[in-house]
C-alpha cells in the first residue's frame, strides 16, 4: 500500500483529500504544521507528499527544501491558492515535482497520483 503525507494547516483540506486517497486504497498521514510535517516524513518515508505553500511557522518552500534535503528523490506537489508564475517558479525551483491551485478539482489530484504511480 502507497503512503501519502498531507502537509496543510486547512482540517477542511486535510479531511477532503484524505477521504479522496483512502477511497483510492492509499494510506494516508497528515500534519498540521512543517515541523509536525517533517516528524511524519522523516518517520513514514511516504510516497508522496502534498505541501501547502502558506503554512503557520516555515512556510511551504522552507519545508520543501528540507524534504528534498533529507530524500532528493521525494515526490512533493505543492497545493496552494497563491497562483502567480513567481510562486509557481519558485516551488519548481525548491524542487516541487508539481503544482495544484486551490480549490483542486479530484481529477487533478487523481492525475498527480496516476503520474507518479501511487494509484
Do not use: C
Request: charge should be neutral; aromatic fraction near 6%; glycine fraction near 6%.
Amino acid at each position: 500500500m502507497k503512503h501519502v503525507l498531507i502537509i496543510d494547516d486547512s482540517p477542511y483540506n486535510i479531511t477532503l483529500l484524505t477521504a479522496m486517497l483512502r477511497k483510492h486504497g492509499v494510506n494516508v498521514l497528515s500534519a498540521k504544521d512543517g515541523d509536525e510535517g517533517l516528524d511524519s516524513f522523516n518517520n513514514a518515508r511516504p510516497d508522496l507528499v502534498f505541501l501547502d505553500y502558506m503554512l503557520p511557522g516555515r512556510n511551504g518552500i522552507e519545508i520543501l527544501k528540507e524534504i528534498k534535503r533529507i530524500n532528493p528523490q521525494s515526490v512533493v506537489i505543492m497545493l496552494s491558492a497563491l497562483n502567480s508564475a513567481d510562486d509557481v517558479a519558485r516551488a519548481k525551483a525548491a524542487g516541487a515535482n508539481g503544482y495544484i491551485i486551490k480549490p483542486f478539482e479530484n481529477e487533478k489530484i487523481v492525475s498527480v497520483l496516476t503520474k507518479f504511480n501511487i494509484l
